[in-house]
């Protein structure tokens, strides 16, 4: 990853972002959407009000993926430089997105291992009914089923193949709902995360049509995205 700022205009900053991989692009795409804005240090103070444009680029894909943000806050620091507070709004122009999404499609067609193709995400998500539990992570998702990550030294004990699992969001549509059973895990290593896959079973209609709108990126949850997850009997329980 590289990247270069310029200043288009009076109340512009311009950064450019150059990734190697779609994928890695959209997984920066989706944990920048799903913060809904950043906080910056600079030398400079900027204006509140004044407007970024975040430009990903990818050596496959003509147009850039643009992210728009404004800064909302400005926080002078007591060593002469500011804290900024930028909110990002994925803005209406969809083209760049879409050639991403399609280029990772047309990557991953010819896989042989996987039966649907794969979108990044980078999603914090919780096990509620569990005090103590460890973070989780969505690290990708499809039609078929989703990975994720777990922040902790070895997998918790009801992450185990077979076991029922639950993954809800609450969307703009309205609640996502996926529901499977784990079907891989794998215990990580020396600066590797645990990590465990999920095959989903048959959804209601109305998860699937979420799903599909969440996987091309036209529904999106409101930020801060979080899901929520639950094992075994609690799964079951919460089935549609």
Known sequence: MSQTATNRAQGEVRLKVAYKKPEALLSEYTRSIGRGGVTLQTQKSLPVGTR???????????????????????????????????????GQDRGGLDAVLQRIFDLQEFEKLRRYPRIPLHLPAMEEETPFAPPFFVRDLSRGGVGLEVEAPALPAAVKVGMPFMLEMDLALGPMMLHGEIAWTSAGGPEVLPTFGVTFGTLSPESAERLEKLLSLESMPPPPWRARVCFGMDAVMRMP
């Not at 970024?52 to 990818?58: L, P, W, Y």
């Not at 496959?60 to 900024?84: D, S």
């Open 52 to 90: 970024f444009v975040f430009e990903m680029h990818n050596p496959g894909v003509a147009t850039p993926v643009e992210v728009v943000g404004e800064v909302v806050r400005v926080t002078p620091q007591p060593n002469g430089r500011h804290m900024i507070t930028v909110k990002y709004d994925p």
